[in-house]
Nanobody, 126 residues
């Protein structure tokens, strides 16, 4: 069982930055594939950044060049650095995890993730 707790959300003006954190409890954090998703009111939940066990990352076009995902296996913590934020980035942001048996695999599908945090709100004003 993996328990995830996000933090770091808040309100920021367009062009600003935020850093989200996700603390994971449970064993074998280093065997987890991790991801960040977001969901705006009335919209589907979408992935914004993913990282595999070995640190390999993947970003969809909406986040590429502005968001950076990283992990600290010693601290069981996942991060999302968000720069040049836009009003359309406003959403609830969720941390997600699932066990990956291959160190090179990067999971990206929403249904692939077994564990989810409660979310942290990010609001970007124009």
């Amino acid at each position: 069982q993996v328990h995830l707790v996000e933090s770091g959300g808040g309100s920021v003006q367009a062009g600003g930055s935020l850093r989200l954190s996700c603390a994971a409890s449970g064993d074998n954090y280093s065997r987890l594939c991790m991801g960040w998703f977001r969901q705006a009111p009335g919209k589907d939940r979408e992935g914004v950044a993913f990282i595999g066990r070995s640190g390999t990352t993947y970003y969809p076009n909406s986040a590429k060049g502005r968001f950076t995902i990283s992990r600290d296996n010693a601290k069981n913590t996942l991060y999302l650095q968000m720069d040049t934020l836009k009003p359309e980035d406003t959403a609830m942001y969720y941390c997600a995890a699932t066990y990956c048996w291959s160190p090179t695999k990067v999971e990206t599908g929403r249904t692939s993730f077994a564990y989810w945090g409660q979310g942290t709100q990010v609001t970007v004003s124009s």
